[in-house]
């Protein structure tokens, strides 16, 4: 049940081509970090992307949900679509997607196929939150995704240009341990390192040196030491754009199946 995304770059700087995976079985929550402008946003979309066309039929057709708390401009072109939510309905997009977890959960809905959360920004989602007690239970809810749901099918994909309190942390809320997969983009500075890898990892990445911009990082999966990576260059966007716009609009099954005449 993986999906090959993203380049070794390792690899890479020998002249090869290597595709590392994700496991949506044993690993599905992925948590994307960097600096803005260091490609978090691309690459979380080549991600559910090729989810969506790549996924094994186990898991299909993949649902996504996609959270924009920014409004960035970056997700316009998904205006108006069911299951995308942006600026102030970015709560209600989050709980409605805790509530699809729990039915799952109580076995009311009893569908297998894989249900994606994408959050760009979740500090954001919840700083527009002025009740301490609602910013509480939806860091609570966070916990429990990610905690609960990985039998289920379940994953749970954010973008953070800091990983900090309203992630980590904060009582309830995750731990480094529970996103399967950690990806750091860019040049970060030390207390970023510190949040998203073990010693081990950044042993390493203190060996390697600079990695360079945009779109080229550390990754660690399944607790592994963080290895280099390189997302691939995306040459055409609106192409890439088309799939997640077909999936949320509710073209579900992208590879022809069921779903659309
Ligand atoms: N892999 C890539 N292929 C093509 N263009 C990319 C890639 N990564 C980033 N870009 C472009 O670089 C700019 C910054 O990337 P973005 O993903 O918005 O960064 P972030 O979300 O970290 O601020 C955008 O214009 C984006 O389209
Ligand atoms: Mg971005």
């Not at 057709?61 to 316009?76: A, M, Q, S």
């Not at 550390?218 to 966007?237: F, K, T």
Request: include cysteine.
């Amino acid at each position: 049940m993986s999906v090959p995304f993203i380049l070794d770059e390792c690899a890479h700087r020998r002249g090869l081509e290597k595709w590392l995976s994700i496991g949506y079985a044993t690993a599905p929550h992925f948590l994307w970090s960097g600096r803005t402008g260091s490609g978090k946003t691309a690459a979380a979309k080549l991600l559910l992307a090729r989810t969506i066309l790549l996924a094994p039929s186990e898991l299909q057709p993949i649902e996504l949900t996609v959270i924009d708390p920014k409004e960035d401009v970056d997700f316009n072109y998904l205006n108006g679509l069911p299951h995308f939510y942006r600026g102030d309905e970015a709560p209600q997009g989050f709980d409605s997607f805790f509530d699809g977890f729990l039915r799952r959960k109580t076995n009311e809905d009893l569908s297998r196929n894989l249900k994606i959360l994408f959050v760009d920004e979740f500090a954001s989602l919840v700083a527009l939150i002025s009740d301490k007690k609602e910013k509480e239970d939806v860091q609570r809810k966070l916990g429990l995704l990610l905690s609960l749901s990985r039998s289920r099918h379940f994953s749970v994909q954010l973008a953070t240009q800091q990983p900090s309190a309203q992630i980590f942390g904060a009582s309830g809320s995750a731990s480094r341990e529970q996103f399967g997969a950690v990806c750091l983009l860019g040049n970060a500075g030390a207390e970023t390192q510190q949040m998203l890898f073990d010693a081990d990892g950044r042993e390493q990445i203190k060996k390697f040196g600079s990695i360079g911009g945009r779109g080229v990082g550390w990754l660690s999966m399944n607790g592994g030491i963080a290895q280099p990576v390189r997302v691939p260059l995306i040459e055409d966007m609106e192409k890439l754009n088309k799939v997640i716009y077909d999936n949320l609009s509710g073209n579900l099954d992208e590879r022809g199946g069921v779903a659309k005449p």
